[in-house]
T-cell receptor, first 113, second 112 residues
Framework: EDQVTQSPEALRLQEGESSSLNCSYTVSGLRGLFWYRQDPGKGPEFLFTLYSAGEEKEKERLKATLTKKESFLHITAPKPEDSATYLCAVQANYGGSQGNLIFGKGTKLSVKP | NAGVTQTPKFQVLKTGQSMTLQCAQDMNHEYMSWYRQDPGMGLRLIHYSVGAGITDQGEVPNGYNVSRSTTEDFPLRLLSAAPSQTSVYFC???????????FGNGTRLTVT
C-alpha cells in the first residue's frame, strides 16, 4: 500500500535553531514529491516539487532534498513567521486515480522568539 | 486573480440535510479536485476532474457527488449529510494532472 509518513508530528524550535523535517514514502514508482505549508484556517500553499533522488530545491530559509525513500525539509535559522504545518505529498507514476496525490499527516512547526 | 474561491466558509447541517459546497477558480486550470481534512489524518481525495465534463472518484467518494459543466466551477454535493462528514473541505486546482495544486481556504462543515 502506498504510504507517506511525516516525522516528527510536532516540532518546537527557538528562533535561529536549525532543524529538519522528514517525509518517508513507499510507492513503487515516484512521479513527484511535493511540499506544502499550511497556516491555521488556510489552505495548503505550494513550496517545492522534487522529482528524482539527489534533487534539491531552496527558498529563503527552506531547503528540500530527496532520496529514493525519503525527503527532508531543512529549515535554517528559522523565524517565528515560519511557524506552520508542513505537508508532504507524493504522486505515484501509475495511471488513473492511483496517480493522485497521497498526503502525509503533516509536521506542526512552532518557532519561538 | 482571486485564485480558488470556496463558499461558504462555515456551514452547520443536520443529519439528512443536503447541500452544495461551491468552488470556483479563475486561472483556467483544467484539473480540479476536492479533499477533506480530518484531525490526525492527511488530506484525502474525494473526487477530481481533469476537464469540463469529466469527473472521477478519489479515495473517499461515498456520500458525495460532483459535476464539472464549466472549466471554472466544480461544486461538491452532499446528498444526505451524516456526522461522519464533519470535516474541513478543500478545493484545489492545477493547470494539469501533474502540476502543483492551488488550494482554496476551505469550508468547515459540521453535521449534527
Amino acid at each position: 500500500e502506498d504510504q507517506v509518513t511525516q516525522s516528527p508530528e510536532a516540532l518546537r524550535l527557538q528562533e535561529g535553531e536549525s532543524s529538519s523535517l522528514n517525509c518517508s514514502y513507499t510507492v513503487s514508482g515516484l512521479r513527484g514529491l511535493f511540499w506544502y505549508r499550511q497556516d491555521p484556517g488556510k489552505g495548503p500553499e505550494f513550496l517545492f516539487t522534487l522529482y528524482s533522488a539527489g534533487e534539491e530545491k531552496e527558498k529563503e530559509r527552506l531547503k528540500a532534498t530527496l532520496t529514493k525513500k525519503e525527503s527532508f525539509l531543512h529549515i535554517t535559522a528559522p523565524k517565528p513567521e515560519d511557524s506552520a504545518t508542513y505537508l508532504c505529498a507524493v504522486q505515484a507514476n501509475y495511471g488513473g486515480s492511483q496517480g493522485n496525490l497521497i498526503f502525509g499527516k503533516g509536521t506542526k512547526l512552532s518557532v519561538k522568539p | 486573480n482571486a485564485g480558488v474561491t470556496q463558499t461558504p466558509k462555515f456551514q452547520v447541517l443536520k443529519t439528512g440535510q443536503s447541500m452544495t459546497l461551491q468552488c470556483a477558480q479563475d486561472m483556467n486550470h483544467e484539473y480540479m479536485s476536492w479533499y477533506r481534512q480530518d484531525p490526525g489524518m492527511g488530506l484525502r481525495l474525494i473526487h477530481y476532474s481533469v476537464g469540463a465534463g469529466i469527473t472521477d472518484q478519489g479515495e473517499v467518494p461515498n456520500g458525495y457527488n460532483v459535476s464539472r459543466s464549466t472549466t471554472e466551477d466544480f461544486p461538491l454535493r452532499l446528498l444526505s449529510a451524516a456526522p461522519s462528514q464533519t470535516s474541513v473541505y478543500f478545493c484545489a486546482s492545477s493547470p494539469n494532472y501533474n502540476s502543483p495544486l492551488h488550494f482554496g481556504n476551505g469550508t468547515r462543515l459540521t453535521v449534527t
